[in-house]
């Protein structure tokens, strides 16, 4: 069954077995790895992609369910300006990542900067909630959101 979706800015069609995982096209058919596999049910947060606009576990979205979808990975999301305000906010509050969990981390903190930029504390635990991987502390990831934030806020109100 062809599929059209877009990846990462650009129309796609694949032919492709309506249960094979999204995650695995990724991998295998356009040779995008930062979406990891690691658990396969959802829980890690090492798959995450953000598919129209919202961070989702690749691992458990079926490929027809990504028809006329938009979905963009770590390794795009890192060419958009928006990744500079999650980036710097990062390394201030010296967030250092193990490479298994940034696409979770740095996904999930952009679309909650996307809801709110004056993000709780109590928000940014909740938003971090579903990636298991504990390379860092979650002090040092709420105070990278919250600069982040802050970057974000300057530059939107220079625009």
Known sequence: MMIPFELDGDLMFIDSN????LL?????????????EGCLSGRCGSCTVLMNGSPVPSCMIPVFQIRGASIITLEYFKTMVDYRDIEEGFASAKVEMCGY??????????ALLEKTLRPTSEEIRECFAGNACRCTSIEDLIAGVKTAAVLRRKRKNAQ
């Open 18 to 21: 309506p249960g094979e995982r």
């Open 101 to 110: 969990c940034d696409a979770g981390k740095i996904l999930h903190a952009h």
């Open 24 to 36: 695995h096209i990724l991998r295998n058919r356009y040779s995008k790895f930062s979406a990891k």
